[in-house]
């Protein structure tokens, strides 16, 4: 015989299996999902999750508007020769970005299709955002310098005092991403996390537009 309890509160339900026409051992196999209503958005991500998957759809949308804007301003600054190599940093910078806001949405499509967070999909995604972030501070500290705006080259120690500066940045999120990775998979959960980009969206649109 099979029932379903309520609470007072109907907060939760419980079912009460009872064996009560049989002196053997009842043996029973089952599985229980746990979903969060029957909507493709919210059916299997947790409350604090809702909404991330939307946000990351939008901002992909305007990260791939942003690169196609940016490739023709390449090939403008091409055609009358002054495509300097602090743009390309940009476009690199930019073009990874997208990389891995793309990636970071369809780690969300999956987990709201199967409930199943897939991790080298996240960090493979959080990695490509690394590399464009730290491309895009060093794109930021060239500019501060004036490189390719009022000077061509930077001085023997300014270069060396950037590199150690953005390879130690570099290193420094590279070991936290793994860290993270190590802690996740010996916890066997993954944290929840908000999208990839955070506002380095609108830092993309000042420097371009």
């Not at 907060?11 to 229980?32: E, I, K, W």
């Not at 949405?105 to 199943?116: K, W």
């Not at 930077?154 to 290193?171: C, D, K």
């Amino acid at each position: 015989m099979f029932q379903l309890h309520s609470t007072r509160f109907e907060l939760f339900r419980f079912p009460h299996f009872d064996n009560a026409c049989s002196q053997g051992v009842t043996t029973m196999s089952y599985t229980v999902k746990l979903t969060n209503g029957n909507s493709f958005w919210n059916r299997h991500v947790s409350a604090d999750e809702i909404g991330i998957l939307e946000t990351e759809i939008v901002f992909l949308i305007l990260f791939l508007y942003l690169v196609i804007s940016a490739a023709r301003i390449a090939h403008i600054l091409t055609s009358k020769q002054v495509y300097h190599t602090s743009f390309k940093i940009f476009i690199a910078s930019l073009s990874l970005q997208a990389i891995a806001t793309t990636i970071s949405t369809i780690y969300r499509c999956v987990i709201n299709l199967t409930g199943e967070h897939n991790k080298p999909l996240r960090y493979i995604g959080k990695g490509a955002g690394i590399l464009a972030e730290t491309l895009f501070i060093l794109l930021l500290i060239l500019l501060s310098k004036g490189w390719t705006v009022v000077r061509g080259r930077l001085s023997t120690q300014g270069t060396m005092i950037l590199s150690a500066s953005i390879t130690f940045y570099f290193v420094a999120q590279v070991v936290a991403l793994f860290w993270e990775a190590y802690v996740s998979i010996w916890n066997g959960t993954v944290k929840n996390a908000a999208p990839f980009h955070d506002s380095s969206l609108l830092l993309y649109s000042l420097i371009l537009f």
